[in-house]
């Protein structure tokens, strides 16, 4: 069997139908429901397969939970079963907040393998109710606020400890911090803008806005290939996202990118540099200059990034860098493809094309993990982890 082989048998042992639609779970034993952007990292590996039914599926289970205001949550519990068995504060059979909008960047993906408009057709009106949701719910002058480290999909970094004013915590002091946001957010009335103004966790991450405008891109030619007259609000908003972005997120001190929060003065998060720093290349935000800068002095940086199995989530010479901990120090690989797909975007194909080798040799290595040790390449967290397949698409 090849490796691809191996993997198809994973994917398709990972995919439910439930209802008549079909999705595929992050991991059989550990995480059993639909996630949002995980669903969209399994959308593109299924569309790099071939399996653009599959990939379709993913999108239409996710939409089919979509709420009536337009937000997608970032779980759907299609099944019962005991894990993550959380209260949200709502009788829909889904979490309350929602993740990086990956989607509108899945379905482009799915199009480009295909060149059928259809689809785009019956999923566009949904789409564009999401990304307008983000907008009015979630944004202060064209960034957005994420309300929980949920949302980010990098659950545990450690740049979130400052904001909960937490020191070196363990895994159970960060679940009671997780709980006791998401416990004050039920008791807003999940009201989002409400909350964002009581500054519990109003944090403009680096990853959801970098998503975000990637997204956007994706939104206005898909808007474009059907004709919408939707590509007008896309048109207008992109300049001022990424005017935004460059004026906000960049920190003219570090002269990196970065998440920030403000109860009162704005707060960068960048005590610890975490693999965040790199997103950028994925929006494309950067300048040519900058983004060489950036490779050459942090991700190729031996002391920083450049470990024998790349890319660590924070940089090993940090006093925080714990190799083996979620999003704490370990190696993820759909942030090696975020950057890989940046690196290529920006012509820098050599570095590209050795972190694709890296990742490859990794999974190889020690089986498709969530996570790995960024000195060693030991596999942790959950094993058969759907998303570790964008390893194939990098
Ligand atoms: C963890 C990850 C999150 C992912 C989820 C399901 O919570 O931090 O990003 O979506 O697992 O795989």
Redesign the pocket.
Known sequence: MTLDDKYLAILSSNQRSVKGFRYTV??SS??PYQ????SCFHSIIYTKFGELDCAKDEIRSLLSAQWENGMIP??VYWVKSDKHNLQWGTDKNTSSIT??PMIAYAVRRIYEANKDKEFIREVFDRLDKYYRWLHTERSDNYVLSIIHP?E?????LVCWDSVYGVENPSREVLRKCKLAILDKYIKSGLDSREFMRKNIFNVKCLMFNSVYLKNLYSMLYLAKVINSAEAKYYENIIPEVERSHKTNLHNKDTGLYSSYYRPGEKHYLSSSEDSSIFLPLFSGILTNSEATKLVNDFLLNNNKFWTKYPIPTVSIDAGSFQPNR??RGSTWI?MNWFICKGLKEYGIREVAETLKDRSLELVKKSGLF?YFNPINGRGLG?SN???SGLVFDM
């Open positions: 992050p991991s550990a995480y996630w949002l952007w995980d970032h779980m993740q990086p949920w980010s999909g990098e659950d545990d979620y999003w759909n969530e959950a982890f759907s998303w």
